[in-house]
């Protein structure tokens, strides 16, 4: 059985830090893409940072500059790094996995943790 879990998200200040963890079993994360989308109310989920298995990124460009997108190949996690958070990263962030590369297609990932709540407010 594959399982993600996410873990690390919370409340911050605007200008505040976050790292959010997906920590994967029954796959290895390193052989498929995987990656993290946000939903807020009323929005459609939309994909933040993903990881290719060459290696390769992508980073949406409303968080360019300000997250950075890891994996861990000893904890078989994939991790996305937040810095200088705003009022509109408020979201669940749910971890994916299981594309052959990283796409905006929701269908194309095979697997998906329950998310994590991360909320920007003073």
């Known amino acids: 059985q594959v399982q993600l879990v996410e873990s690390g998200g919370g409340l911050v200040q605007p200008g505040g830090s976050l790292r959010l963890s997906c920590a994967a079993s029954g796959i290895t994360l390193d052989y498929v893409a995987r990656g993290w989308f946000r939903q807020a109310p009323g929005k459609e989920r939309e994909g933040v940072s993903c990881i290719n298995p060459d290696g390769s990124t992508y980073v949406a460009e409303s968080v360019r500059g300000r997250f950075t997108i890891s994996s861990d190949n000893a904890k078989n996690s994939v991790d996305l790094q937040m810095n200088s958070l705003k009022p509109e990263d408020t979201a669940v962030y749910y971890c994916?996995?299981?594309?052959?590369?990283?796409?905006?297609?929701?269908?194309?990932?095979?697997?998906w943790g329950q998310g994590t709540q991360v909320t920007v407010s003073s």
């Open positions: 994916a996995a299981g594309a052959y590369y990283c796409t905006g297609y929701l269908n194309e990932y095979d697997y």
